[in-house]
Structures are given as C-alpha cells and as structure tokens.
C-alpha cells in the first residue's frame, strides 16, 4: 500500500508532532481529516500549525505508527489500540479507529514516572491490601479517572516491599516497571500474544505472584481473573 520511505517519512512526521506535544505538557494528540493536527493543552484543543490534513494523509500518517499485524487488525476491526515509545522523549498510548469511512487517531502521552500513592491520594489501606496473598482487586471507573494510574501506583508498591512474580496482561502496556524486590512480566496482546485468552490460559503455568489484567470486556476474560482469585 506504501513503500517503506514514505512511510519511515510520515513516521518522523508523527514522532516530531509527538515531542512537541510533550515539550508543551499537552496529554493527546489528535489527527483527523479537514482539520490541523492539535493537541489538548490544559483541557483546551491547540491547533499544532495550519496544516489540513487529507484523508489520505490521516491514513498514511496512522499506519506508519502500526506494525503489519496491527494494520491487518485495524483493516479487519476498524479500531486498534496499541503503545509507542519515543526514546528519551515518552511512551504513548494510540487508538486508530473509522469516523465518516475517513481514519482518526487519538494519541495519549504516558508518563515514564510511575505515580505514588500520595501524590495520586490513593487511601493508606490500599498498601495492606496489595500485599495479601490471595483475592481479587477490581478497579473500576470512567475515561480518564484515573484507573490505569491507580493500578500503576498499586503494583509499584508491591513490586517495591514484597519478592515474588508479577506478571501484566495489557492492551497495550502502559506503564513499564522496572524489577525491583519482584521481577516484572509485560505481556502485551497483539504484540506478546495472540490474544487475551491466549495470554491468560497460561499465566498460572508462568509461577506468578500478582497477575494484573488490563481490561475485562468479556465473560472469558472475567472467568479467568475469578479463577486466579481462587487459586
């Protein structure tokens, strides 16, 4: 569909708008048809220059950020979600989906510091709760409120005062945590797996001690945290 300049092209052009949006704070960055590329500063929408972009530029720019297989699940799903790393710049979360038969892209910054229980206000009694050896900890909540955070924060603090194996199950990883007093397994799907189903069918066989799964959007997927919960 394009040969490999244009899109290691488009590729630098993402990779520059995605700097600019980290050198000004903003949190996302948006790329859609008729309209300039613009980062959301302050809860504000900030044009990055003048430049409408085509519907064929949206697409171009959209899959020079995918890898094959992400492009062949957005050709056959419409949506795709997955996570970029900028060295020395910052990891980011993208969502490619359809709107009006035209392609858009949502593109999130994620930060490389994992937050702390102060600064995120999360209550004391969440620590003691991390440390127990058996149960299932749900955490629940709107775009935005501060989930994927909280969940951060919680596995930092086990990582970080218990030995053991914790192993993530995302779509994509988010935060990268390095191994501290636990050793850390990152298994993102659609990258480390073929599925959730495919990477949660042997979590148990991998010896963990805190198995923490990014999303439950199905009855498969909710069997499985059960089960670990009872194991």
């Given at each position: 569909?394009?040969?490999?300049?244009?899109?290691?092209?488009?590729?630098?052009?993402?990779?520059?708008?995605?700097?600019?949006?980290?050198?000004?704070?903003?949190?996302?960055?948006?790329?859609?048809?008729?309209?300039?590329?613009?980062?959301?500063?302050?809860?504000?929408?900030?044009?990055?220059?003048?430049?409408?972009?085509?519907?064929?530029?949206?697409?171009?720019?959209?899959?020079?950020?995918?890898?094959?297989?992400?492009?062949?699940?957005?050709?056959?799903?419409?949506?795709?979600?997955?996570?970029?790393?900028?060295?020395?710049?910052?990891?980011?979360?993208?969502?490619?989906?359809k709107?009006?038969?035209?392609?858009?892209?949502?593109?999130?910054?994620?930060?490389?510091?994992?937050?702390?229980?102060?600064?995120?206000?999360?209550?004391?009694?969440l620590?003691?709760?991390?440390?127990?050896?058996?149960?299932?900890?749900?955490?629940?909540?709107?775009?935005?409120?501060?989930?994927?955070?909280?969940?951060?924060?919680?596995?930092?603090?086990?990582?970080?005062?218990?030995?053991?194996?914790?192993i993530?199950?995302?779509?994509?990883?988010?935060?990268?945590?390095?191994?501290?007093?636990?050793?850390?397994?990152?298994?993102?799907?659609?990258?480390?797996?073929?599925?959730?189903?495919?990477?949660?069918?042997?979590?148990?066989?991998?010896?963990?001690?805190?198995?923490?799964?990014?999303?439950?959007?199905?009855?498969?997927?909710?069997?499985?945290?059960?089960a670990?919960?009872?194991?």
């Amino acid at each position: 569909m394009y040969n490999a300049e244009l899109l290691e092209e488009a590729k630098t052009f993402m990779f520059h708008m995605l700097t600019k949006v980290v050198e000004y704070g903003g949190s996302d960055l948006f790329i859609t048809a008729d309209f300039p590329p613009s980062i959301k500063l302050q809860g504000l929408m900030r044009p990055l220059g003048q430049q409408i972009l085509t519907p064929e530029k949206t697409k171009l720019f959209a899959y020079s950020l995918m890898n094959e297989k992400q492009r062949q699940e957005f050709e056959n799903e419409w949506e795709c979600n997955f996570a970029i790393n900028i060295p020395e710049v910052s990891r980011f979360r993208v969502n490619v989906f359809k709107q009006q038969l035209q392609i858009g892209m949502v593109i999130r910054t994620i930060t490389s510091e994992i937050p702390t229980f102060q600064k995120l206000k999360l209550p004391e009694s969440l620590k003691n709760v991390m440390m127990e050896k058996r149960g299932l900890i749900l955490v629940v909540g709107s775009t935005g409120s501060g989930k994927s955070t909280s969940l951060a924060a919680m596995i930092d603090h086990r990582n970080e005062n218990s030995a053991g194996h914790i192993i993530t199950v995302e779509d994509p990883v988010e935060y990268v945590h390095k191994h501290k007093k636990s050793m850390i397994t990152h298994r993102e799907v659609g990258v480390d797996c073929h599925t959730w189903h495919h990477a949660l069918k042997n979590t148990l066989r991998q010896a963990p001690d805190v198995i923490l799964i990014g999303e439950i959007r199905d009855t498969e997927t909710m069997e499985h945290a059960i089960a670990f919960a009872e194991t």
